[in-house]
């Protein structure tokens, strides 16, 4: 770019700041050498920075160590229990008719014993392979028995067959989320949202951390 | 005594042992400049991770100790030598198969006239530290390492791929162009130190100018050293200067169609030029070596011929250490040249300045000589 032009650009944002990329370069920067010995400079110093903190590093070193995820981080889903240990699925389809992956499966009965709850499923697959854990099973159950905290991220297996979580998978335990991060207390948020509405009865659930 | 006899004699003095020494020299050279390979890899890979805020490879591990990340170089060199051999197709199947050995070759040849230690006479045999001992010295350097073009061209053509074929095509014009300001440079030396023989120039290095400043080639013509040492990383296709292999435009370039341990060559020859271009900027610039202060006639004086010697050769590898990592720290720090820029650089900029430079030289030296 010419000088003049130049002077003309950078009077027009005189009062902005503006990042000067036009700049015609001095004399020093065309040299090209004494950029190369300042790019090294800084090269140099990240080395020796890391090399004397090398604890102080960014990286996790992943299988071993991992990252500490938010409380309200959508992991691998589970259905929760009753009390009695039976499913809070009431088999109503509404996860299934949100997912947009159609990755749930579920295969509804009847209680015959007089139950109040009156439905429950037979099979409840969801297929991993499949799902893009967008989490709108957990928004649309009426029941709060799926819920995607437990904090597992990490699913992979030899066999797709294995990837199918069937209902005994996914009400099954899991382990203890070690690294869950307390910044947002989800069943407190959970508690407001539900705003009463949803069944008392939730000694079992899992709540809180 | 039959023995002592039989080894105070002259033909066993001046006849066997020396041949005997050349021959051990000459293997343990090359041995030497093979092994540091792996630890230039490791250089390599630990300082990229370092320098980018990285760990660098530190997972493979015997019993739970990895060693810092020595054992993946290691570990590479086992998966090279297992993997399968493949021809492509189109190769031009002979060719294919010598280029590799084409290019390593003569990189590990360049190394045999640079001397790591000053001679040293130990009961009246004299034993070298340098593998050959050629009067036309440097010369020899610049004739052999050019050879290494024609592997690259051999590989880059007898691939049958497109890709490899600009990888050879640019890696030659790049080669060619840049051996000149390579040699201009060094012209200058010659004239000052009135040599081509790398061991005579060392010892010229080891006095003292205005009794502080060692009488080193980079205070003596500081500006061939710059030349030098761009020319030398575009000789090595090291980055900014790796046109032949960037792999953003060309894959990679000449090496494209080769796996296993015929890429393994590649990866070696290019380790090597490394290794000996460093050895050549630290004995012409950086006095080789040379302890600074201590002149070869006052270091074994001091340490005795037996130690001497291995002061000389740490000396030596620490300097040409420090060059290796000049290579890999800035391979870390600039982005790869336009390939017309590069072009533009040599014959444009560096070739002027290297001329001027020697007229300068030599009107310097012929005034003194007068």
Redesign the interface.
Known sequence: MPKNEYKKIKDRFKDNEFIDKNRPLTFLERLYFVEIIRGLAVTIRHFLYNLFNFSKLPTIEYPEKKREIPAAFRGRHRLTKRPDGSPRCVACFLCATACPANCIHIEAGEYKDGNPNEKYPVQYEIDMLRCVFCGLCVEACPCDAIRMDTGEYDLADYKREDLIFTKEKLMGEYPPVANRGDAFDAAAFNAARSNGEKPSDNAEAGEGK | MFIEQYISTYVFKTVYLPVMIKVILAVAFPLVVLSAIPILVWMERR?AG??????GPNRSNILGYNFLGLLHPINDAIKMVMKETLTPARAKVLFYYLAPALVVIPAIMSFAVIPVAAPVEIEGVKIPFQVATIDSGLLYIFAISSLGVYGIMMAGWASGNKFSMLGGIRSASQMLSYEIILGLSLVTLFMIYSEVEPASIVEAQGALMFSFIPKWGIFLSPVAF?LFITAAFAECNRTPFDLPEADSEIVAGYHLEYGGMKFAMFMMAEYLSIITMSAIVTTMFFGGYQVPFLPTAALQSLAGPFIAPFIQIAAFSVKTLFFIWLYI??R???PRFRYDQVMKLCYLRLFPIALANIFITALIVLMLNK
């Open positions: 300082g370092l320098i980018q805020d990285r760990m710059f720290w800035a870390w720090t600039l």
